[in-house]
């Protein structure tokens, strides 16, 4: 079985979030499991140098967008046992992000036509293309279009994952001729609610679609959580799936980790304590081994639950012996709101704004617990990343924090389900009260070790839903 996973970024050639971390691990699980897994990605201008020198020049093609004929080099590199492929086009990448450009349409309309024209030209000709979220939605339009009856392609399937449904690709219908190149006969495709809708595009093309978590699968049937997507969803609900992802259990492994003072395992976790301390003295903070240390790694915006941490935080500094450790940047005035915490308890409240990937690694091998309190989440990565650690995960019980933390006699974190501050003080309540039995929470922490992530079990459900794709269709 052969597939080519199509993406707009992956680790370690770009990334911006949990997107970039998937594509970095899947393709190498696949591939471990004997699946011929290669990946296509654009080259950022941003792709570091060292990787460049190691990438070789296949060939050039034209790719069409709409009435233009564009170039595309075609480069090919390989890493951790994956081949990958990177299209060059300057006009479209080489830019200072990613995203958020005025001819987005056009740049990933050009990506997503790339990904079917460069298979005549690399010698690998998949059985699946395996599209994610919004930047590739229209490789299955285009497949289904113009590509299904043609010779080479006739066999290929096209599975569609969606990491995060607020972000579909919504355009004005204007783009449709000039921008997509696509005729009148293929609006009902992409139209939703009056607009050119690409994700919705894709969910009505792929022959599956998968989402990252079984949880997620099930809310974005919800409008609570669809972004006005659910009327579709619900019609196309019988080709749903929801797969938890997993994490890179080598990159995240405080075994071996580079970017901890001192390395520890599940078995001898006694140096958990030494990152404690490094982490008290790096954030600013009084060095105190009995003092439960919270972590949050996130971006500070309102999805992920920070107006409730707003609502209850000075009440629990106040009356709790605890000590917060926050890595983050995003809306200001969750910005505003740490930096005031830090001022006014200057010995509770350690806080680094902006992003720092050693320090985040630093933050969950040094905390006892880690808090994600997140109104929706997808999946989530920063809690499976914490149990990695040993640290035990505050979470609300939405998309992959459902299906990854649990609460209990056999359970590895805390759990609150209602969105409301009172859930979530009880929820750090229970977590402080039990920290303070030094028995129990060693068992707990155990747990913690013990849950297992590794993208093993999700790349297995994977080809299991590869293999119906290329029996049914």
Known sequence: MKVLYAVSEAR??????????????????????????????????????????????????????????????????????????????????????????????????????????????????????????????????????????????????????????QYQGVFGREILHDVLGLGDEHYSLLEYDGAINLMKGGIECAHMVTTVSPTYAKEILDPWYSHGLDSILLQRAWKIKGILNGIDTDYYNPETDPDIPANYSCLSPENKALNKAALQKEMGLPEKEDTPLIGIVSRLVGHKGFDLVKAILEGVLQNEDVQLAVLGSGEWQYESFFKEMHEKHPEKVGVFIGFNPSLAKRVYAGSDLF??????????????????????????????????????????????????????????????????????????????FDSDYSWGKSANEYIKIYKEVIKKY
């Open 12 to 165: 370690p050639f770009a990334a911006s979030g949990g997107l970039a971390d998937v594509a970095g691990s899947l393709p190498r699980a696949l591939r471990k499991r004997l699946v011929g897994c290669r990946v296509v990605m654009p080259l950022y201008a941003s792709v570091p140098e060292e990787l460049r020198q190691n990438m070789k020049f296949i060939t050039h093609i034209s790719v069409p967008v709409s009435w233009r004929s564009q170039y595309c080099g075609i480069f090919e590199a390989r890493h951790g046992g994956v081949i990958y492929y990177l299209l060059d086009n300057q006009y479209y990448f080489k830019r200072d992000n990613y995203y958020s450009y005025y001819d987005d349409a056009e740049r990933f309309a050009f990506f997503a036509r790339a990904v079917l024209e460069i298979i005549p030209h690399i010698g690998f000709v998949p059985d699946i293309i395996h599209c994610n979220d919004w930047q590739t939605a229209l490789t299955p339009v285009y497949h289904s279009c113009f590509y299904a009856n043609k010779e080479g392609y006739s066999h290929i399937k096209t599975i569609f994952t969606i990491h995060n449904i």
């Open 371 to 448: 808090l994600m309190p997140s109104k929706s989440e997808p999946c989530g990565l920063a809690q499976m990343v914490a149990l990695r650690y040993g640290t035990v995960p505050i979470v609300r019980a939405t998309g992959g924090l459902k299906d990854s933390v649990f609460e209990g006699e056999e359970g590895n974190g805390f759990v609150f389900e209602g969105y409301n501050p009172e859930e979530l003080l009880k929820a750090i309540d229970r977590a402080l009260r039990l920290y303070e039995d030094k028995k129990s929470w060693r068992n707990l922490r155990q747990r913690a």
